[in-house]
């Protein structure tokens, strides 16, 4: 039975369905005649029989059929062989977008999750020892809190405070679409829910500081833990060394929310705004990067990168917003000059936050140079997104061979930057792509599976999370996107299992094991709560 059910259909679709304000497009795998008809039995659409191209990434012949904007309703595609039904209605995805919000709630650690809230999903306070600092195991420190990464129970710095920036931007621009009230412990405190749960990862984030400034990179054990709920994982957990990516990252995220807590607690706003630029401080003290890794023994996420311009630029940009300081403007324009990334929105790379922050909240007050300047390089480099788009049988922003770990996430990145370029300049066809990428997470893809737990009919059962698969429950903890293919970096059990010849976007196993294809992470539900809440706006 289970066989049949994840058999692909030939028609691969928004599995939460379409918004009436939007073209509906959907991927077909056939080379036959197609038809589109309403519940009536009505044909509204034909497609004649067709030998599409193959698909760089999918190795599928697939066409991409435009059905244009249609009317609430039910709806039928059919080759003559196959039938696929889908729903058009009035807002369909800010059910899921809450959901994803509400995803990460269940990540929260240093806590218990209440039945009252969690559900079937709740389990005792886990994580609630004291921290020791791994380079002197004299210093002990609460650092409680936070949200557990992601399929483990680690808490990093840099991709906590990439998290809070994609919901609190997505709650800045689009406040409509993620403002619903979530059912979390802060419901009906006044404060919108979104802004109650990024305050969660805030205050941890803020314990994530050392006495000079600078923050610890990680918060994990040496190890990762094995299968058990996060209760039961009571091994030691470290501060691990400080780093300055983290530390470029939580200045950035901490000056951007004390711009968004000001108007509903002034006094968290600036004790977020202090502990931002004591970290730039570090910074400009410490100007030499040097690059985290794992001390010998640690073998938990490393998160390395081998930069920290982009988190420099982005902390700059972020304090030139909050603060007005003409100094934060000299940095950020120096750092830009250095050349930055201004689409990627990622825990390596950071540069698009800054764009996003001088185009979208300083505006044309950023001057010459961060708006002016930066707007042209943004939408240049926007447009190679969009060319990605174009060569890809599902209209996907991601190249055949760059199907890395958690390709979701560069996915996504781009349809945020799409979705920015858009706005900005009008053109509905950056719209319309970066909509792809939302249909593309939630089904519209070469392994026809909707990525985002709970939703879809053909959806990730078995992702690599401890608590799904510990809780007893035989659904996952809903609201959670998994990875996604990938063929850059796959475990080797992984390969054997999908064979070495499959196409990169179907290099995909919905299996608890395979953290390289199917973990869960807070930052790829993140971005997904972004492109959500756009086309959730009212
Ligand atoms: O998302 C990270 C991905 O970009 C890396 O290629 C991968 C391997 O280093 O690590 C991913 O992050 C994992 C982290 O290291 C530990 N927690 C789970 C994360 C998601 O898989
Ligand atoms: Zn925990």
């Not at 939408?379 to 760059?402: C, F, K, M, N, P």
Request: glycine share 10%.
């Amino acid at each position: 039975m289970e066989k049949d059910r994840r058999q692909a259909s030939a028609f691969r679709i928004n599995q939460t369905g379409y918004d009436v304000r939007w073209p509906v497009r959907a991927a077909a795998v056939t080379e036959a005649a197609i038809r589109l008809a309403d519940s009536a039995g009505r044909i509204l659409r034909a497609w004649d029989a067709e030998t599409a191209p193959v698909d760089a990434a999918s190795g599928e012949r697939v066409r991409l059929l435009d059905m244009g904007v249609l009317p609430e309703g039910v709806y039928e595609l059919t080759d003559g062989h196959e039938r696929r039904r889908f729903t058009v209605s009035r807002r369909p995805w800010q059910g899921v977008t809450s959901a994803l919000v509400k995803g990460l709630s269940y990540q929260r650690c240093g806590c218990g999750l209440d039945r009252s809230w969690a559900g079937p999903y709740a389990h005792p306070a886990c994580h609630t020892a004291p921290a020791l600092d791994w380079l002197d195991h004299s210093v002990r420190r609460d650092a409680c809190g936070g949200w557990h990464d992601a399929g483990d129970y680690g808490r990093y710095v840099g991709p906590g405070a990439v998290t809070v920036g994609h919901l609190l931007y997505a709650w800045l621009l689009f406040p409509q679409g993620c403002s619903e009230a979530l059912g979390i412990p802060e419901t009906g405190s006044g404060v919108p829910d979104i802004l109650s749960e990024c305050r969660f990862e805030l205050e941890w984030i803020l314990k994530m500081q050392r006495e000079d400034g600078a923050f610890w990179h990680k918060l994990t054990k040496a190890r990762f833990a094995p299968f058990i709920a996060p209760e039961l994982d009571r091994e030691q957990e470290y501060l691990m060394p400080v780093s300055h990516c983290a530390t470029g990252a939580a200045c950035a995220c901490l000056a951007l929310a004390s711009r968004v807590y000001a108007a509903c607690d002034a006094a968290f706003a600036d004790r977020m705004r202090a502990a931002a630029l004591r970290a730039w401080d570090w910074l400009e003290q410490n100007p030499d990067f040097v690059p985290f890794v794992n001390p010998e023994g640690v073998q938990t996420g490393e998160y390395g990168d081998d930069s920290d311009r982009d988190e420099r630029f982005w902390a700059a940009c972020e304090l030139l917003a909050a603060t007005g300081e003409e100094r934060f403007r000299t940095a950020a324009e120096a750092l830009f000059a250095q050349g930055q990334c201004l689409t990627a929105f990622g825990w390596a790379d950071v540069g698009g936050f800054g764009a996003l922050c001088c185009l979208f909240a300083i505006g044309e007050k950023a001057g010459s140079v961060l708006y002016g300047g930066l707007r042209e390089a943004f939408l240049r480099q926007t447009e190679e997104i969009l060319a990605l788009t174009r060569v890809s049988g599902y209209g996907t922003a991601l190249a055949a061979d760059a199907y890395v770990w958690g390709s979701i996430l560069p996915i996504l990145s781009g349809a945020m930057a799409m979705i920015l370029a858009a706005r900005l300049t009008g053109r509905e066809e950056l719209r319309d792509a970066a909509l792809l990428q939302w249909h593309y997470a939630l089904g519209m893809n070469a392994v026809d599976t909707c990525f985002v737990t709970g939703f879809g009919e053909r959806t990730v059962l078995h992702p690599h999370h401890r608590p799904s698969a510990s809780d007893g429950v035989e659904a996952p903890v809903p609201g959670q996107i998994s990875g996604g293919p990938n063929k850059v970096m796959p475990w080797p059990a992984t390969v054997e299992k999908v064979g070495a010849d499959t196409p990169p976007a179907k290099f995909w196993l919905d299996e608890t094991e395979s953290a390289d294809t199917n973990e869960i992470a807070i930052y790829w539900n993140s971005p997904a709560v972004f492109v959500g809440a756009c086309f959730s706006e009212a």
